[in-house]
C-alpha cells in the first residue's frame, strides 16, 4: 500500500510541477510579490500532496530563537522535503544553490526572478567572494538567507562537514545565524519509493551572533547541530516506530555519495 501511495505521489507530483511551470511561467513578468505568491501557490499544492497522499505532515519548534530581522538559516538537510517545507515556511528566503540549477528550463527563471544566490562550485575562493557580498546584499534588502551548511543530504546516522560557504555568508552579512536541526530524512530519504508517513520536526536552535572567526563559528554550528537533530531522529522513531533504523554513522558516511544538485562550496 505504501508503494502504491508512493508512486501515486510521484507520479501527481511531476505531472503538477510540469503543468504549474509552464501555465504559471507569464508571472515572472509581474512583480516579485506576484512571483512569491506563485511559488508558495506551487509549494501549498506540492506539500498538500505529500499530506493527503502519503501522510506526511511537519511541525516547528523553537521559533522564539529566531531573532528579529534578517538571518541566516543553517539547516541540516536530510531530504527533498527540506527544500520544499522550508521555503514554503520562510517564503521570502533567499537560498543559496548550486549554479547549474538556474539553466533549467522555467525553474531555473523562477529562481532568478525570486533572487536566490547561485554558486559555481568550481570557482573554489572566488565564489566565496561572491556569496559573501551577495550576502550582504540580500541581508541590506531585508531578506533572510537559507544554506545547507553540509552542502548535500546527509541522511539520519552519516557524518558530513560543515563546508566555508556557511562561514562566508555568516561574515557577508553579519546577521544572527540560526542553526536549524531537522529529521525529514527518516520519512523521505533519498530513495524514490521510501517515502514513510509521519510528522516531520523542524527546530530551530539558539541563534549565533556574528563576530566569531571561522574556525570557531564553524564548530559551535556543527556542535548545536549535531545533537539536536540526533534527539529529534530519536524522537521521531520512538512516536513511529514502523520507521527504517539509520544505518551506523561509518556505514552511512562511506555508502551515501555526494549530491551534486545541492550547494557544496
Known amino acids: 500500500m505504501l508503494f502504491v501511495r508512493t508512486?501515486?505521489?510521484?507520479?501527481?507530483?511531476?505531472?503538477?510541477?510540469?503543468?504549474?511551470?509552464i501555465a504559471a511561467s507569464p508571472g515572472l513578468l509581474m512583480p516579485f510579490k506576484t512571483v512569491?505568491?506563485?511559488?508558495?501557490?506551487w509549494l501549498r499544492i506540492s506539500l498538500g500532496l505529500t499530506s493527503h497522499v502519503i501522510g506526511i505532515g511537519w511541525e516547528e519548534r523553537g521559533r522564539e530563537n529566531i531573532p528579529e530581522g534578517p538571518v541566516?538559516?543553517?539547516?541540516?538537510?536530510?531530504?527533498?522535503?527540506?527544500?520544499?517545507?522550508?521555503?514554503?515556511?520562510?517564503?521570502?528566503?533567499?537560498?543559496?544553490?548550486?549554479?547549474?540549477?538556474?539553466?533549467?528550463?522555467?525553474?531555473?527563471?523562477?529562481?532568478?526572478?525570486?533572487?536566490?544566490?547561485?554558486?559555481?562550485?568550481?570557482?573554489?575562493?572566488?565564489?566565496?567572494?561572491?556569496?559573501?557580498?551577495?550576502?550582504?546584499?540580500?541581508?541590506?534588502?531585508?531578506?533572510?538567507?537559507?544554506?545547507?551548511?553540509?552542502?548535500?543530504?546527509?541522511p539520519p546516522g552519516a557524518e558530513r562537514p560543515y563546508l566555508p560557504g556557511i562561514a562566508a555568508i555568516y561574515k557577508g552579512a553579519n546577521v544572527p545565524v540560526v542553526p536549524v536541526a531537522i529529521n525529514s530524512g527518516l520519512f523521505w530519504p533519498r530513495r524514490l519509493m521510501g517515502k514513510q508517513p509521519g510528522i516531520i520536526t523542524v527546530e530551530y536552535l539558539e541563534p549565533i551572533e556574528p563576530g566569531l572567526d571561522r574556525k570557531t563559528f564553524i564548530k559551535l554550528l556543527a556542535e548545536r547541530t549535531e545533537p539536536a537533530t540526533a534527539r529529534l531522529e530519536a524522537e521521531a522513531l520512538e512516536r513511529f516506530p514502523y520507521l527504517p533504523r539509520p544505518v551506523p554513522k561509518a556505514a552511512a558516511s562511506q555508502a551515501e555519495p555526494v549530491n551534486t544538485d545541492a550547494q557544496s562550496v
Open 36 to 41: 512569491v505568491w506563485l511559488k508558495q501557490l
Open 7 to 21: 508512486l501515486v505521489f510521484n507520479v501527481l507530483f511531476l505531472l503538477t510541477t510540469a503543468t504549474f511551470s
Open 72 to 154: 541566516v538559516f543553517a539547516a541540516k538537510h536530510q531530504s527533498a522535503w527540506d527544500p520544499l517545507g522550508l521555503s514554503f515556511i520562510h517564503p521570502h528566503c533567499a537560498f543559496v544553490l548550486k549554479r547549474e540549477l538556474i539553466w533549467l528550463p522555467f525553474w531555473g527563471w523562477y529562481l532568478l526572478r525570486m533572487g536566490m544566490i547561485p554558486i559555481n562550485r568550481s570557482k573554489g575562493i572566488a565564489s566565496l567572494k561572491k556569496i559573501t557580498k551577495a550576502a550582504g546584499e540580500m541581508v541590506a534588502k531585508g531578506r533572510s538567507i537559507l544554506i545547507f551548511p553540509q552542502g548535500t543530504r546527509t
